[in-house]
């Protein structure tokens, strides 16, 4: 099976995933990626209300699907979040946009918990692309016995590890379509203009320049 089939990939539904109150447009809400029960990842989003149980570490509610198929039962606290808004509605045919903000956060907060395939698949896809964006800088790769190792340096010149998991080019394409439909955002396209700034884990305010502490 290609490794994007075992990503459950779902667009935000605009309705807490709690409460099931539905988001009115410019809305703010916060997005959480939570892995599954044996392999793959899924997102789930909550109303400002409902947010603090979750952020905690409480794991979302079932939801049976409409077509009466087994609920998706996650495996544990989230791996990432992000605070976002119901965008304005805009012409079909307009392509989404790379965020960096976002991208780099959940590729910081990827590193955090334990270490697991699909966690090392989705650092390692969204480090290409903020290499690819100049976000990153590849700075050497390291051959470390029978595993190569990406060697990562923001402006900040805060340096990152990143294992390259060994996965094949059309796997590598198929999971950045992936985990671009998860994060609702082009990990080809260009950056947006002004895109929101996330809150971290802490809820501290993010800076401009990344943080100086790796994970």
């Known amino acids: 099976m290609a490794i994007h089939k075992d990503w459950k990939i779902e667009r935000s539904t605009r309705r807490c995933s709690a409460c099931k109150t539905g988001f009115e447009i410019k809305q703010k809400y916060y997005s959480a990626i939570y892995p599954l029960a044996g392999s793959g990842m ?11 149980k979750y952020r905690d570490g409480e794991v979302p509610p079932l939801e ?18 992000w605070k976002t808004s119901v ?4 012409p079909k045919e307009k392509r989404l946009e790379f965020n960096p903000q976002i991208a780099f956060a959940v590729f910081q907060q990827s590193s955090d918990g334990e270490t697991s395939p699909d966690r090392e698949r989705l650092r390692f896809i969204l480090a290409l692309s903020l290499v690819r964006h100049k976000i990153l800088k590849l700075r050497t790769i390291e051959r470390r016995g029978k595993e190569s190792w990406m060697i990562l340096a923001d402006k900040a010149k805060t340096q990152y590890e990143v294992r390259d998991p060994g996965i094949s080019e059309q796997e590598m394409l198929s999971l950045m379509q992936s985990i671009g439909e998860l994060l609702e955002m ?30």
């Open 87 to 90: 965008p304005e509605p805009k």
């Open 186 to 215: 082009s990990l080809n396209g260009g950056a947006a203009a002004e895109p929101e700034m996330p809150e971290t884990c802490n809820e501290a305010d993010v800076p401009k320049e990344p943080p100086a502490k790796a994970k």
């Open 42 to 52: 899924l997102r789930r989003d909550f109303c400002l209300s409902c947010w603090p």
């Open 64 to 81: 049976v699907p409409k077509d009466g198929s087994a609920p998706v039962v996650t495996s544990g606290p989230f791996i990432s979040y």
